[in-house]
């Protein structure tokens, strides 16, 4: 067996933990050194550390701390690895703990951070997931089924420090322009839950106050969430530092392109397995600005869709300019609402998009003024007909527990 | 043989034929009948009305007049569709002319409204495409060769008045809050290169002053461009008036996701093959708003893809916030660069996206402030591989004959 | 258009068109001539050359003359070929004439070559699968409709004098160890119906007493009867004489694995669209018996399906060592039984796994003494859910018109 | 997580496992219990129960003793399973043990059983298999790579006695007809290896000596090999005794269609995670013989293949009567031969064609005399291009070290 070069116990506080990290930084040590050609396993936490648990409230999912995220496990250097090489990276496998059998999805209030759907779903929700060996199902959505296809929702090198001065420059202008809003347009540097890995003291402070948080994805690839790059997958990413210094973390279970629900995935605790190579000064070799990945041969077969199309115009009759972001908006609310016609409430039918393997598709960027974007609901989830027919939609769902919600405090 | 209920000649203007026009209008009179469970043959010209030739000089695609898209062929009504209905339709196949064994793609000049990536292609330019059998290849673009996902990139039924007046206002609406821009915010109705179909005199005058473009999908389906729907595939159309008066045209051989070259797939002449029947009451049953549609069985499989990543941070390195159409702009020009390593000028490269049956996913939309989306660009279609590898990438491309260019006039 | 290099007239006999043979022969006249890189349409009768009729009667069947088969279109030849090359074939299309929208399948009676599943079938029947557009069903068999997985019977190349009379050697010395055996072992030369192409008086005559019937496959391709074969697929075959002569004919709308009813896929007239290269001296260089392919990107998806295992005891409770044979029919009854469970009758359930695209898998053939044969029944090709249930098969099929059957004459 | 309901201990003999059995047999008591609807886990040995070591001799693949395969996991009780229900049992995860990362594929000398071409192969060889996760390769084959198709080669349920009796009468007749032959052609009851798992005693010793042996597939499934049974999958048995009693074993990282190289896959020690489901009286209702079963969701898709024919046609030329065996085995001696060009020697492509996701297609059964059978080799299994191409073969494969041979014992 592969070596498990970071380890964590789940009773433990992240933050107790320093092969972990929770901000990009460039200084940030390197917690082990592999070579190229090596395989080793990589434990993680669950995005949040920790702070969801398996149960039927959504009182957590309403209270958490979002400065804290992402717990990543890292970073990794890799022996001989120079900037401008490309970091080859094969995901071995991912898998979950023994004791840990289960992950969340939740919507976040409106008041906290929200998600895709926050004017429909403004207040926090929450569904668990039981996995039984390569399938998941929830006990809150009833008649819904299928395999994972489980991926690191997170996962890229240390920044350079010019880099991370460009991203930080960039997003704190994005900011200005509106510093009031809630929520904020961006998440700027934060040292107060900053984990800085083996950094100590006011190194540590100082870096902290500067480090790249962790929820966009940026040029390294960071916070993707592209639930295509999953095990079996091959990926290349552009290296900034001598040693690469590659950190993942955000394992996810399955997830609809989007990740619409924003705690948006099946979230877990897990390990990830993975391989190293290098292509040396493979950044100019390729003309590589942000990763490049090859798809799994594992991928699971959902293959028959309905597929429900959206327009820039949105819920309130808008007129929107090629805007692709409302045109996804509409076709999940299309996909909701059919949803609605078999039993589910609108709380299950937007998870089961933000849970399932979801495709996202985009359509038409160029007829103006109307984006066109496709929502793929795949129908073998189900375990019962979910497409359309001369007889009308035959509800099959029981409903049973709905998708928990917390109430905002006062 | 199911009977050919529209027919075209190629040799005479979209104009003189009756049984065709391109605009939208409830008293657009139906050309044809047919009933549930029927199936029928459809011929159509292609989106301009054969002004674009199969010749080595991009003058055409610049001087195109674009007042004139896009020609259909219709409307065909269905005994006892009312409001309400949805419409099946199966497309059983559809094909080219014998005596028109090609197809074009083209960049629009940035004058005469661009493209998705017309900053960096401001002129126009055209390639053409041969088919052979169910395969396409280009002169202009050498090394590349793949099936075709034929489909039709524009179909639906008669909006009814009042869905005709909301398009009207919403569209002028948006084109007031900046009457000047050009290119133009939307298409506006135009009288002058009206084609009303069987509509005369002054009715046809009248008519066609206020009938709405068909440049933009809407809630009908409409300009959808969707490659997916492709031959083979079952859409459920929402009717908005009796009879439905189905129309259909623009066909495409081939089309990448997003259609981003504007004029955009592989544009072609030729005939559907379509049966109907209806769902009685759907659009209630199923809460159906936009189309709704099935893929087919017989997608040809180029499975294995080099996956792009894009970030809403612009070429120029400006934050946007969650915006989908730059992260996508991102990765279609990740994918340029990245092929321009193997020989094939940026025009080439751009073309071919627009062209194969590219990918274009939409991967992250909830993770402050950037949008991540993916271009999946197919690998098989190569004759060489275009995998990333350690010793770089070889050469394989001779360039050959570029993609014709046409400058503006002065 | 490529051009059509042979024609073909429905209404006449193939005896009559001289572009036609039924028999391998070395001597047969090239009756066109390509150049590699050449693409061009081959026309072809279906494989009886008309003499199953589009009706609800089997008498044709029963009464067919096997002597005459295959009618093949060529042999064409190919500029520089010679034995030892390899001929690389796309089959770039292939498709149906407009006045012949119609395919048949067939059992034989026992007494004229019979089927796979004689002992069950022993008399002629026939179903009648009508075409419209990719799409395929018949009056005959109700609740199934499938994509075509359209493909040649049968292709290869003629055979060199010293080829021809080992297969003439080997084949007469199998029917001498049962020389009165009914149906015979294999078939020899004929000449009575030989149909020899261009060759006419006592050439002709000499040829076509030592000729080889199409029947078998062989060495060169010739009657593989192999669906995946299917237009868009690329076949490299052996060439063994000047020019290679390339023949093909036998279409099939769709077949499943084994075109287990013998008269065993949907027998289509059409044409089919073949483009051809060379790969000089290729046999030796990849070490080449027989031929070798590769899979079409445009292969009908019916992914989901409902397996069946057979092993080598027979009906009747008999052992069988290591019998594939045995095995594969084991595994069709078992899913013949399993269909009329869902109100098919046999014949008709029979009809379905011989023109549906049905796989044939090889299991286990190391496990003494049982060898393992799967048989993959495509959920897909059914109107209704053929899986199994906790609730027991629903019958869903009301039977209709079956499968017309004629008894053997006294 | 699941319960764990049969552990191993890898380092104790299989014999002193009473949750182990390696024969069939209606008395060998049920060693767990489980109700409808449970899922579990069970661990197993590799078929040969630890016979085989990780090194590079053949010598243990030539003295293996197989009159003790293979050790299976239970038989496990279902509650309220009856005869004649049907079992519907869940794949829903199969995995190795940390300690045993590897797996072995064998040739047995053809003095101790052979395989498929054992006339070509008649001395024992080996290789080795690494797991690197989800993905294996082999110190003894280089250049090949693939994703694991894991399967269990034997499951299914307890026979009654009265089906026992048959097996044997039937197997005991085959043997008769030829007793000395060796190999024999099948393998009857055999006391002295026998482990009757919690049977003691006499009783054990009686019904030992009458147990059917696990070698061949027969009517409850067995010993299948199906590598199409794969993690993921759904499975029917039929139930003969009261509580079903389900065992399972002889675990495979991967294997090719028909297991030709006998000790036919890559044969593992690991786990399976199972659950279990009953249809009351379902082989009635769906007329039920052997096992049915649904793919997996998750087969790896190596879709792309250079497919092998061969026909009935032996090696020395002699004719055989539509025998799919022997056309199976001509594909697969194609397909050895096109590899060996390549660079490989002939044993490391026979191992390859033994371990990888190799399929074997029925193709024609009814060409009287020659049968088709297609061998497909995906072509992704390799770290380089093994298609045909006018350049002929690069050899790519340096050879490294071979598969390991142990010479008969004199």
Redesign the interface.
């Known amino acids: 067996?592969?070596e498990t070069i970071i380890k964590i116990d789940l009773n433990k506080s992240a933050y107790e933990n320093d092969k972990i990290h929770n901000r990009w930084h460039p200084d940030i040590p390197l917690v082990a050194t592999v070579k190229p050609g090596d395989?080793f396993i990589v434990e993680c936490y669950d995005w949040t550390g920790g702070q969801i648990k398996n149960d039927d409230s959504a009182d957590d999912v309403r209270d958490v701390d979002l400065s804290q995220v992402h717990f990543l496990s890292g970073p990794i250097g890799v022996e001989g690895a120079e900037p401008g090489d490309?970091l080859?990276v094969?995901?071995?496998?991912i898998g979950t703990f023994?004791?840990s059998?289960w992950g969340f999805n939740g919507f976040f209030s409106k008041q906290n951070?929200g998600?895709?759907l926050t004017e429909h779903f403004p207040e926090a929700q929450k569904s668990i997931w039981d996995f039984?060996?390569?399938?998941t199902k929830s006990r809150h959505i009833p008649n819904v089924e299928?395999?994972g296809l489980i991926h690191p929702g997170l996962i890229g090198c240390l920044p350079s420090k010019e880099l991370l001065d460009?991203w930080n420059k960039?997003?704190a202008?994005?900011v200005a322009t509106d510093p009031e809003r809630v929520?904020?347009?961006?998440?700027l540097p934060n040292g107060e839950t900053a984990h800085m890995g083996q950094m100590t003291g006011d190194a540590a402070k100082a870096a902290g106050a500067e480090a790249a948080r962790t929820?966009?994805?940026?040029?390294h690839?960071g916070?993707?969430?592209?639930?295509?790059l999953s095990?079996?997958s091959k990926v290349?990413f552009p290296v900034y530092v001598d040693g690469a210094g590659l950190s993942v973390g955000d394992l996810h279970f399955s997830q609809g392109?989007?990740?619409?629900?924003?705690c948006?995935a099946i979230e877990m605790a897990g390990w990830i397995?993975l391989?190293v190579?290098?292509?040396?000064?493979?950044v100019k070799?390729?003309?590589?600005?942000?990763?490049?990945?090859?798809?799994s041969?594992?991928?699971?077969?959902?293959?028959?869709?309905?597929?429900?199309?959206?327009?820039s115009?949105d819920e309130d009759?808008?007129?929107h300019?090629?805007?692709?972001?409302v045109a996804?908006r509409?076709?999940c609310l299309?996909a909701i609402?059919?949803m609605?016609?078999f039993g589910y409430t609108k709380a299950q039918a937007y998870a089961i998009l933000g849970c399932a393997p979801v495709?996202?598709?985009?359509?038409?960027?160029?007829?103006?003024?109307?984006?066109?974007?496709?929502l793929?609901l795949p129908t073998?989830i189900f375990d019962f007909?979910i497409?359309?027919?001369?007889d009308?939609?035959q509800k099959k769902v029981s409903g049973g527990m709905d998708v928990p919600l917390s109430k905002d405090k006062e």
């Open positions: 067996m592969a395989d490309l080859e094969d995901i071995l496998d023994e004791e059998q951070g998600g895709f039984n060996g390569m399938f299928f395999a460009t960039r997003e202008g994005l929520p904020e347009l961006a998440t929820v966009p994805p940026r040029e690839g916070n993707c969430d592209i639930k295509d095990r079996g290349y392109d989007g990740e619409i629900t924003f948006g397995h391989r190579n290098l292509i040396k000064d493979g070799k390729y003309g590589i600005k942000n990763p490049v990945f090859k798809p041969p594992i991928k699971p077969r959902y293959d028959d869709y309905v597929i429900f199309e959206g327009i115009v009759g808008g007129q300019y090629l805007d692709v972001h996804y509409q076709a299309n609402e059919y609605t016609k495709e996202g598709h985009i359509s038409g960027v160029v007829d103006i003024p109307n984006a066109c974007a496709t793929w073998g007909d497409n359309p027919s001369a009308g939609p």
